[in-house]
Nanobody, 124 residues
Framework: QVQLVESGGGLVQPGGSLRLSCAAS????????MGWYRQAPGKQRELVAV???????IYADSVKGRFTISRDNAKNTVYLQMNDLKAEDTAVYYC??????????????????WGQGTQVTVSS
């Protein structure tokens, strides 16, 4: 089993920045890919970004150029730096992890491990 604990959410004004962190513990040797999803009220959950153990990344079009995903393998932690935040970025952000990168871009597969979620609210 893998446990994921997120931190760093909060309230920020439009144009502001936040950094989310997700620390993994447990059977972390099984983890290759780590990523972030988000779910806004009344909307489906969507992939925001994912990073593999060799630092390959995939981003949603809506966040390209504004968000950066990174990881520190020594600390078993993945980060999401969010800049130029917009109201439409408001959502609960979930950290996820899986041995397989492909599940993050599959319509029928999903990551095995999830965090509890952290709220990000962008409002003036």
């Amino acid at each position: 089993q893998v446990q994921l604990v997120e931190s760093g959410g909060g309230l920020v004004q439009p144009g502001g920045s936040l950094r989310l962190s997700c620390a993994a513990s447990g059977s972390i040797f099984s983890i290759n890919a780590m990523g972030w999803y988000r779910q806004a009220p009344g909307k489906q959950r969507e992939l925001v970004a994912v990073i593999s153990s060799d630092y390959s990344t995939i981003y949603a079009d809506s966040v390209k150029g504004r968000f950066t995903i990174s990881r520190d393998n020594a600390k078993n932690t993945v980060y999401l730096q969010m800049n130029d935040l917009k109201a439409e970025d408001t959502a609960v952000y979930y950290c996820a992890a899986d041995p397989r990168m492909v599940v993050f871009i599959s319509r029928s597969l999903h990551p095995d491990y999830w965090g509890q979620g952290t709220q990000v609210t962008v409002s003036s």
